[in-house]
Nanobody
Framework: QVQLMESGGGLVQPGGVLRLSCEISGVTLDEYGIGWFRQAPGKEREGISCTSGNTFYADSVKGRFTISKDYGKNTVYLQMTSLKPEDTAVYYC????????????????????WGQGTQVTVSS
């Protein structure tokens, strides 16, 4: 059974740093792509980063966020720096089978398995 568990969210001041974790069970990271998405109140879900045979970032986070994988822990991280109030949202990780190094995209409809989300609030 595939399960995803996000953690690491919280309250941080503008300019601060947070690292989100997505612990995944039931899949092998070599064969699955992982995406990070976020949804702010009243807004649509936004894709921000993914990793599979490639790594991709939305323009809104490029240069500030870094996605990485720990194969030993079967965990994917999202390191977030220079946080802004507009980064406030519930952050979700998602996974889908992408064998053979298939390239990922930050399109939510391409992922069928999702975590429960973790709240990130950027405020002074």
């Amino acid at each position: 059974q595939v399960q995803l568990m996000e953690s690491g969210g919280g309250l941080v001041q503008p300019g601060g740093v947070l690292r989100l974790s997505c612990e995944i069970s039931g899949v092998t990271l070599d064969e699955y792509g992982i995406g990070w998405f976020r949804q702010a109140p009243g807004k649509e879900r936004e894709g921000i980063s993914c990793t599979s045979g490639n790594t991709f970032y939305a323009d809104s986070v490029k240069g500030r966020f870094t996605i990485s994988k720990d194969y030993g822990k079967n965990t994917v991280y999202l390191q977030m720096t220079s946080l802004k109030p507009e980064d406030t949202a519930v952050y979700y990780c998602a996974t889908e089978s992408m064998p053979g190094g298939e390239y990922c995209a930050i399109v939510s409809s391409e992922y069928t398995r999702w975590g429960q989300g973790t709240q990130v609030t950027v405020s002074s």
